[in-house]
């Protein structure tokens, strides 16, 4: 290599000369294969390089991109004839083959493997180790176990030349809890305050009150004895609650393990708390975290609290575009107010549920408008704000583009849209289109991502709607018992992002025609000969493009037979119900932009052949017509489908059959059955309201109000046996296994158990059976176990009551038959909503003896009543 | 046949998984030996046979129409192997996995754009290839796509009634397609939403915005003398003229009634001016009367 040195010193450093390679030589090598690695490095023989010169050292630097070599030099043999003679010196690395973690369980390790991203068959590297070793030891400190120690060996793996196995064992040590924490310097606020505050950083259960009183009974002597009964001293609220506080810890439901990040985190909320009551100087002076014998943590803060501030003067700087006064009442802080710099900046910045200072400029353009409260002057308690403002220029918005939309098409996306070229560039509209993004149900709420790229030399702004495309098609396959039915299968389909237009269009079946916003399901449910049941329906929500009009078509045909007892089969006559109905529905603006009125005309008819149902119709032969006109006005206003937390959701609904009797002199009740219920007559009116509103978190209030009622139009007009109200059970809804009635649940009661009866005016012995008013009310407490976009699971508890009339004159709401119970939901977007109650009937059903009792409910689908 | 696949799949010896991975390719069972190259791919890094194990499993991809895989191996390739014979193929293959991923043009157009980026810089760095025209088509027929899709969009805000937003996007689907065959009808949507846009102002914003109008159907008659919506736009004009003849009168009238408020107020001014004159002369004759 001498040779090499004097060669090398050939090549002039300060005058880069070309030469030719000659030769690449690679030495160092084991289990690499030279060619290759040549090629990696870019250089090829009879190339021409400059030398010295970059090429060499973007050679290395492709060598060491790969991460298999650990050092690397290129150097010169030697120099001859404008040829040049190379050397590749390296060291290769080991490659990790196997990792062996032990001292953990089955389900860590996987978990372990995942989050530590050792990539088998890659170069090991020490800094791979290392970071192998604070992941494993991170992962366990974060579940608790802040004892936890790592050790991390390698061995030769003789399988694979190069290679080694990684050993990775783990002593987690016992989980450590968090045993009391104790303040000091605390004198303002209050103590059981102060650790509510600290969100994850909780105290252990415990429960010592009854020790205390225990031992103090015991230790109690004579003397003592007397101050006992004699003398009463006032306790002040306060001190009640420092002696429960320090007694009884009652949390169950917060961990108590000892977490150092989310220990920082929660000290930061403890200053932030402090600041947020006045106390901008409050400051954590010393904590100590040791452990008692139990190795249980014992954390001591002592917190310097400073005095309480108030606001004095606020003055705004900067603002042309709105007054002072315009200003100031926005911001709503008076003089005195005690000083919150949290408010302040919420108010200033961003706040969810009120007017904002940012957004007064943000939604009218001020794309680049910036606020700035500063602190001008402190005297005593009093602090002078100066509110600085930067209201820059107005900006236009020039483009809208969508990205990630790869089945949606852009017509159906663009129509939601409130961020519309031409206008002026508003916050508010870009969150209420996110949300109306989100709305739609084709995207994952949480990527919806608006990028807004202003550009400030022409104060125009290009929006950017970031969306990820999500399954929104739903198959319902479910067997389900249907009371009398027995088992019920159900298939059902539903594609909520269909494409009519491309129906015959081969190349977009794949698997079917998607993008335009049409719904369409298909639906069949049968539990063989005695019950069958066929639906479709077709929507497409902007009808024409144009405007938010939805129109609809459906058609159904249903058969049930009869059981006859004798034969042992269903062959006691059927009932056959087919009908179809179009409907269009319209958004509107007024009252508000909630709203909907929707309109509807259908027709059913059922045919009766020899039947005799299990509820009884009032006749058993002939055919009955139901042509009627439905309109409905609705309002929605929930926050989320799957799980609303706020907003509300009415419908108030009237449908009517043409009144047949003011034009014909029928008597109807001297009438048979058949003849009277050729033409069904009669008018309903259904009512639903359901409200949200959350308590406290995630944690849900869903309360519901519903009402029925059919009439006729002439007193004389008997209302026929369809479109009756049934109640009981899980409702099933919108697949009432009973053809021609309205089911409503109510949970705690047996299906359809709550059932009246009217008698036929001319036939004392025959009756029909079905509600013609009911009333229902509900309060249900909502828990969500999981909201991610690929399963929503909920629990739930509620209280409800409801009753169902045959005749109006007995309506009463406080004739309820009244449950209560829990229950779980779980929605998967392929599946749909499945749930399942338990609940208990307080009161006796008619013709009962005992009062209903313990039930269970399986339920498919949204519930709507 | 199943079997050998997962003994392979097992296996630890990588000749043995290699030479299994190319008989399923040349057996064109691409999903199988895209399934042991892509294994044996991270092992192999660094050796001889790592060049071709990575452009096999590119093409494996692309046969199995899995254009998104198929392209990052191709592009993987490309900038790994810059000096290989294979390099301008895989360049190609890179742009051409993404001309095929391109979507229709009413969905996202992300990888269109890139394709069209791709085939450029392949044009660029291979202007002798024999592929070149082709991919000269290629980005033309790209283009058509996208500016399809912007017209798509344009059209649409004039349909749902949303004048000032169809505007704004003809003007912005001007400057980017300025040699569109769309340009045409798009002009005569902007000039039918100007219109709409200033009959539905308030008055005050009313004349301004007819004027604009008028604007605009000028520079659509001037830029398309032959148009086939010459017809509509001068009918379109008329009514425009209707309007501004309107406004005029009505403005004619305010003003009017403007000055005749004036002249009241004036008057009404003169007679105060003058009845103070006149108080203050008169405070004498009253003191005097009160006397």
């Not at chain 1, 100590?288 to 501030?309: F, S």
């Not at chain 1, 002057?377 to 236009?396: A, H, L, N, P």
């Not at chain 2, 010896?13 to 290699?18: A, G, H, N, R, T």
């Amino acid at each position: 290599s001498g040779n090499t040195q004097t060669d090398q010193n050939k090549i002039d450093y300060s005058n880069p000369k070309e030469y030719e390679i000659a030769d690449i030589e690679v030495k160092g090598l084991e289990t690499l294969n030279k060619s290759a690695l040549i090629s990696l490095s870019g250089l090829k023989v009879g190339d021409r390089i400059k030398l010295p010169g970059e090429k060499i050292s973007s050679a290395i630097k492709k060598l060491w991109k790969h991460g298999i070599i650990g050092n690397v030099s290129i150097n010169v043999d030697k120099v001859e004839d404008g040829k040049v003679w190379l050397v590749i010196e390296l060291t290769e690395r080991p490659r990790l083959t196997r990792i062996n973690i032990t001292g953990v369980s089955k389900s860590q390790q996987k978990e372990l493997k995942e989050d530590v991203s050792l990539v088998r068959g890659r170069v090991l590297t020490d800094a791979i180790k290392k970071n192998t070793e604070l992941a494993v030891k991170k992962y366990f400190v974060n579940k608790g176990f802040l004892n936890t120690k790592v050790v991390l060996t390698q061995e030769k793996d003789t399988l694979v030349a190069n290679g080694v196995k990684v050993n990775v064992k783990v002593d987690k040590g016992h989980k450590v809890h968090i045993n009391e924490i104790y303040f000091s310097g605390v004198e303002d606020l209050d103590e059981s305050t102060l650790k509510r505050k600290m969100k994850k950083t909780k105290e252990k259960v415990r429960v010592r009150i009854f020790e205390d009183m225990a031992r103090g009974l015991l230790s109690i002597n004579s003397k003592e004895l007397k101050t006992f009964f004699s003398e009463s001293y006032e306790a002040d609220w306060k001190q009640i609650k420092k002696y429960i506080n320090d007694n009884v810890k009652l949390n169950f439901f917060n961990a108590s393990k000892f977490v150092g990040k989310e220990y920082e985190n929660d000290k930061d909320a403890l200053i932030a708390f402090y600041n947020h009551k006045g106390y901008r100087d409050a400051a954590i002076v010393k904590d100590t975290v040791y452990l008692d014998k139990n190795e249980n943590v014992i954390i001591d803060i002592e917190i310097y609290e400073g005095r309480k501030y108030f606001f004095r003067d606020i003055k705004w700087v900067g603002n042309f575009v709105y007054s002072d006064e315009q200003l100031d009442r926005v911001l709503g802080v008076e003089k005195g107010d005690v000083y919150d710099l949290e408010l302040i900046n919420k108010k200033l910045q961003f706040n969810p549920t009120d007017q904002d200072i940012s957004g007064l400029y943000m939604d009218n353009g001020y794309l680049a408008s910036r606020i700035e409260p500063v602190e001008v002057r402190v005297e005593g308690d009093s602090i002078d704000v100066e509110m600085r403002i930067y209201e820059g220029k107005q900006f236009t918005i020039n483009n809208v583009v969508v990205r990630g939309n790869d089945r949606t098409n852009d017509h159906v996306i663009y129509r939601e849209l409130r961020t519309r070229p031409g206008d002026l560039f508003s916050r508010n509209q870009i969150i209420r289109t996110q949300r109306e993004l989100s709305q739609l149900g084709y995207f994952d709420p949480e990527q919806i991502t608006p990028n807004v790229n202003p550009n400030m030399n022409d104060n125009t702004v290009e929006i950017e709607w970031d969306v990820v495309e999500r399954p929104s098609d739903q198959i319902e396959l479910s067997g389900g018992w249907g009371g009398s039915f027995g088992f019920i299968g159900t298939l059902g389909l539903t594609f909520n992002n269909f494409s009519l237009r491309n129906i015959l269009n081969k190349e977009a079946w794949h698997p079917l025609p998607t993008g335009d916003g049409q719904k369409l399901s298909v639906r069949a449910q049968a539990n063989g000969v005695q019950y069958q049941s066929y639906s479709m329906s077709f929507q497409e929500p902007w009808l024409g493009g144009k405007k938010p009009q939805s129109f609809s078509v459906s058609g159904t045909y249903s058969i049930q037979r009869g059981y006859n007892p004798t034969t042992a089969r269903y062959d006691a006559g059927s009932l056959i119900m087919k009908g179809f109905s179009v409907g269009l529905g319209k958004r509107i603006k007024w009252p508000d932009d909630y709203f909907t009125l929707s309109h509807s005309i259908s027709y059913y008819q059922y045919v009766l052949n020899e039947f005799v149902a299990d509820y009884r119709l009032g006749f058993n032969n002939g055919i009955s017509n139901n042509f009627s006109y439905n309109i409905a006005l609705s309002r929605n206003s929930i926050d989320q489908p799957m799980y609303p937390r706020a907003g509300s959701q009415f419908t108030i609904g009237l449908t009517l059959t043409p009144p047949y009797s003011l034009f014909n002199d029928k008597d109807y009740a001297s009438l048979d059955p058949e003849d009277r219920y050729n033409k069904v007559e009669f008018y309903k009116v259904l009512f639903d309201l359901k409200q949200y509103q959350k308590v406290v978190g995630n944690l849900v209030l869903e309360a519901k109000a519903h009402f029925g009622f059919i009439g006729n139009y002439k007193a004389t007009t008997p209302i026929g046996p369809f479109e009756r109200f049934v109640m009981g059970g899980s409702g099933l809804a919108g697949q009432s296994y009973i053809i021609g009635y309205d089911v409503i649940s109510l949970r705690g009661y047996e299906d359809a158990s709550i059932l009246p009866r009217e008698s036929d005016p001319k036939d004392p012995s025959n009756y029909i059976e079905g509600g013609t008013s009911f009333v229902k009310f509900g309060a249900e407490l909502r828990y969500p176990l999981s909201l991610s976009p690929t399963a929503t699971i909920y629990v739930l508890g509620f209280l409800e009551g409801g009753n169902n009339w045959a005749n109006i004159k007995e309506f009463n709401t406080f004739d309820l038959y009244k449950s209560a119970g829990f229950g779980a939901r779980i929605f998967m977007p392929a599946f749909g909503l499945i749930g399942i109650d338990w609940g208990y009937g307080f009161d006796t059903l008619p013709g009962r003896t005992s009062p209903s009792g313990s039930q269970f409910h399986f339920t498919i689908g949204q519930q709507f009543k | 046949c199943a079997s050998k696949f997962r003994q392979l799949q097992k296996s630890s010896d990588i000749q043995e998984k290699l030479a299994g991975a190319l008989e399923y390719y040349d057996n064109e069972k691409y999903y199988k030996a895209a399934t042991l190259l892509e294994e044996i791919l991270p092992v192999l890094r660094g050796a001889e046979e790592s060049e071709q194990v990575l452009f096999k499993l590119a093409y494996a991809y692309y046969y199995q129409k899995q254009y998104t895989l198929a392209g990052h191996y191709f592009n993987r390739f490309y900038e790994t192997y810059t000096r290989s014979p294979l390099a301008e193929e895989a360049l190609y293959m890179y742009a051409y996995s993404k001309y095929l991923e391109s979507p229709r043009h009413s969905l996202d157009q992300s990888s269109t754009e890139e394709a069209i980026v791709v085939m450029q810089s392949f044009i660029n760095k291979f202007p002798q290839s024999e592929k070149k025209e082709e991919a000269s088509k290629i980005i033309s027929e790209l283009q058509k796509k996208l500016e399809k899709k912007y017209y798509e969009v344009a059209k649409q805000y004039y349909k749902l009634d949303r004048y000032k937003a169809s505007m704004a996007a003809v003007d912005h689907f001007h400057k980017g397609f300025p040699d569109s065959k769309y340009n045409e009808e798009l002009s005569f949507y902007k000039l039918k939403s100007a219109y709409n846009y200033a009959t539905e102002s308030f008055f005050a914003k009313k004349k301004e915005r007819l004027d604009e109008a008028v604007k605009f159907y000028e520079n659509f008659i001037d830029k398309y003398p032959e148009s086939k919506y010459l017809k509509e736009a001068e009918n379109l004009y008329g009514m425009i003229l209707v309007e501004l003849e309107e406004v005029n009168e009505q403005q004619v009238k305010i003003n009017e009634y403007k000055a005749k408020q004036e002249k009241l107020k004036k008057e009404a001014e003169e007679k105060a001016e003058q009845e103070q004159s006149q108080e203050e002369s008169t405070p004498e004759t009253e003191e005097k009367e009160s006397e």
